[in-house]
């Protein structure tokens, strides 16, 4: 009999093996499909036909496996002789970056949107060599381990039941760079753009997020984001939110009384605390003590009713770690749904990641500000047909997966299928190589030998 079970197992697993090859092959046609309808919606971006040829191809750079991802690699893996025509497009050419943005986004949300989605607003930085790239300075950013030279970008992410991807960036510029006009003129930053805080542009990609068309009743964002103006903005939207403060944020309780949030959440009796399933991560559900205290609303727009204010308390089971939110609705929900809101806030983490890995959105060695857009703008394209593609995969095989004893198809392990399939294999003859290797050499030559001629004259003339 075991030797009978042993056949069966070996029968059924051959059988799943089969059939998941071939929803494999057959997804090849549908995803080619997938990526043809979103170049299709944003042809009108193009006024001509080489700039919309010029992003199919770039796109497909983008998503091919290179060793580095900037305009000379994708150049030559996608057959082109220079990196011209990719700087070309980087810099002069005529096509809009911000609708080629706004379309992608639009695209996205009505596949992945369930009319119930969450905007979700951070930070993310890429480290830097020099001052020479728009916004670069010391600054803080935690992706790259605190106070270093980085340039920072505000992001925007939109989560439904059915996925989530990065809808929209904006560059953070310091006020040290905002002020220095020769850094302004070097790096081609515009004269109507001046500083603002990164709450400030948060609040920018909310409300153009809700102009375009993307419907998302709720905001969520950790503790930079917290601040009254925002708050008072996002209520202004007609959205609600659920926005991390720190400890010594002031809350006045419904008695009137004020007090820190951590002073709020001592004086919370155990009867209060709820423990609650807040997602299920690889080794398992995690589950955290939950409270939710009235509080008194400070940021009520003129022209708007008090709503429902909230104070969000979270506690680690174990550590005892304490986490705090401001919560609005306009009208009362239960607590299940601000844990809902207020913890998928991980996933602008998890774009930012992946959007790194993948489609190299931190790899641009560009410095000036149409540059940096546009470079971005292609990234977010690329980046969004990924996450559309895996999440509309995700949902359909579901069962299938099970079935086969297969976890849901990840973006990496996606982009890992494309390779080779929707997207072509990089240019790699021998004839090709050499004359990159050729040109690559002859440019670094020239340009070391016009950096000493350069440090000559300048120690001549000191």
């Known amino acids: 009999m075991t030797g009978g079970c042993r056949v069966h197992d070996r029968f059924v697993e051959q059988n799943n093996e089969a059939a998941a090859a071939a929803v494999t092959v057959a997804d090849d046609d549908t995803r080619a ?15 001509r036909r080489e700039t919309r040829q010029t992003c199919a191809g ?37 096509w809009d970056e911000e609708l080629l943005v706004d379309t992608a986004a639009v695209w ?7 009319g119930d989605g969450i905007l979700i607003i951070d930070e993310t930085g890429d480290g830097k060599s020099s001052t020479d790239a728009a916004g670069a300075a010391r600054q803080y950013s935690g992706s790259v381990g605190g106070v270093a030279l980085c340039q920072v970008m505000v992001t925007l992410t939109y989560t439904a039941s059915r996925g989530h991807t990065l809808l929209g960036r904006a560059l953070y510029l310091p006020d040290s760079r905002a002020s220095d006009e020769e850094h302004r003129e070097l790096t081609g930053i515009p004269d109507e753009v001046m500083f603002a805080t990164k709450p400030e542009l948060a609040g920018t990609l909310v409300g153009h997020a809700l102009e375009i068309g993307i419907e998302a009743p709720m905001v969520t964002g950790d503790e930079v984001y917290g601040g009254r103006d925002l708050r008072r903005l996002i209520r202004g939207l007609g959205l609600g939110y659920v926005l991390a403060v720190q400890s010594g944020h002031q809350v006045t309780l419904g008695s009137g009384k004020k007090m820190t949030v951590a002073s709020a959440a001592a004086l919370t009796p155990a009867r209060a605390w709820q423990r609650m399933p807040t997602g299920t991560g690889t080794k398992g559900t995690r589950d955290y003590d939950w409270a939710m205290i009235e509080v008194t609303a400070d940021d009520t727009p003129d022209d708007q009713d008090e709503g429902h204010s909230a104070l969000l308390v979270r506690r680690h089971r174990y550590t005892r770690e304490v986490s705090y939110y401001r919560c609005w609705t306009p009208e009362p929900v239960p607590l299940s749904r601000l844990i809902h809101v207020a913890t998928a806030r991980w996933r602008i983490e998890e774009d930012h990641q992946q959007s790194k890995q993948t489609v190299g959105l931190d790899k641009g060695q560009v410095t000036c500000w149409s540059s940096w857009h546009r470079w971005t703008a292609m990234c977010l394209l690329a980046y969004i047909y990924l996450t559309v593609a895996a999440a509309l995969e995700q949902r359909r095989d579901t069962e299938v997966n099970d079935a086969a004893e297969l976890i849901a198809v990840t973006v990496p392990e996606l982009l890992r299928l494309l390779r080779g ?3 072509p294999p990089p240019r790699r003859d021998r004839e090709h190589v050499l004359e990159w290797s050729h040109w690559r050499r002859q440019h670094q030559y020239r340009a070391r030998k016009a950096h000493q001629r350069w440090n000559a004259y300048a120690d001549s003339v000191a």
């Open 108 to 114: 996205a949300a009505a596949r992945l949107g369930d």
């Open 58 to 94: 770039m796109l497909n750079g983008l998503l091919m496996e290179l060793e580095d991802q900037n305009c000379w690699t994708i150049a030559e893996a996608i057959g082109d002789r220079r990196p011209y025509r990719l700087h070309h497009f980087l810099s002069r050419a005529s």
């Open 33 to 47: 499909a997938l990526l043809a309808d979103l170049l299709g919606q944003v042809a009108g971006c193009f006024p």
């Open 421 to 423: 399939t929707v997207i």
